[in-house]
T-cell receptor, first 114, second 112 residues
Framework: DTGVSQNPRHKITKRGQNVTFRCDPI?????LYWYRQTLGQGPEFLTY????????KSRLLSDRFSAERPKGSFSTLEIQRTEQGDSAMYLC????????????FGQGTRLTVV | AQSVTQLDSQVPVFEEAPVELRCNYS??????LFWYVQYPNQGLQLLLK??????LVKGINGFEAEFNKSQTSFHLRKPSVHISDTAEYFC??????????FGRGTSLIVHP
């Protein structure tokens, strides 16, 4: 068990460019979450997968954001036409299918839009 | 809907003193409660969790928390803090949707 892995750890991009982040959850976890965290705030929920199905999306997830989890394994989060307000830490977490187990977090991807 | 309120944005304390970080929650269903710790530029690490049973929960690094249903609280305590406990602490609640909702966090600052 190597934990939740996120890549890249850091990303600097110019405004208007597209970026994609990857998350590899713990292998037997079927639930996967994406959160966004800005300085001095707690993680804000973006979206949730159970296996390959995207079951819930936050209103924070604008049309420029899209997430996928093909085959219920790794997940990607893409942001199109990035804006400076997208600068944040993007956190991925996974949890086991058994009810009420805790979410395990990756180290996050810090996005800076210049 | 569920929500979490962390009543203190910052808690300064001297080393070896006791500390309490406050958390109140609201939820329309049975709740499961968590405390996480985050060090700079890191992800979140679970300190402890309440799922059911005893209302006093013990976690890692000497932390404990007490679930109080009537006051809808889940305060985190440590009898004697160390410099290394300086970090951000987040309270979280999840219910039927299994999606954790986090508070805004409390910055614990331990002074020598």
């Amino acid at each position: 068990d190597t934990g939740v892995s996120q890549n890249p750890r850091h990303k600097i991009t110019k405004r208007g460019q597209n970026v994609t982040f990857r998350c590899d959850p713990i292998s037997e976890h079927n639930r996967l979450y994406w959160y966004r965290q800005t300085l001095g705030q707690g993680p804000e929920f973006l979206t949730y997968f159970q296996n390959e199905a995207q079951l819930e999306k936050s209103r924070l997830l604008s049309d420029r954001f899209s997430a996928e989890r093909p085959k219920g394994s790794f997940s990607t989060l893409e942001i199109q036409r990035t804006e400076q307000g997208d600068s944040a830490m993007y956190l991925c977490a996974s949890s086991h299918y058994r009810a009420n187990t805790e979410a395990f977090f990756g180290q996050g991807t810090r996005l800076t839009v210049v | 809907a569920q929500s979490v309120t962390q009543l203190d944005s910052q808690v300064p304390v001297f080393e070896e003193a006791p500390v309490e970080l406050r958390c109140n929650y609201s939820s329309s269903v049975s709740v499961y409660l968590f405390w996480y710790v985050q060090y700079p530029n890191q992800g979140l690490q679970l300190l402890l969790k309440y799922l059911s049973g005893s209302t006093l929960v013990k976690g890692i690094n000497g932390f404990e928390a007490e679930f109080n249903k009537s006051q809808t609280s889940f305060h985190l305590r440590k009898p004697s803090v160390h410099i290394s406990d300086t970090a951000e602490y987040f309270c979280a609640v999840s219910g039927g949707s299994y999606i954790p909702t986090f508070g805004r966090g409390t910055s614990l600052i331990v002074h020598p």
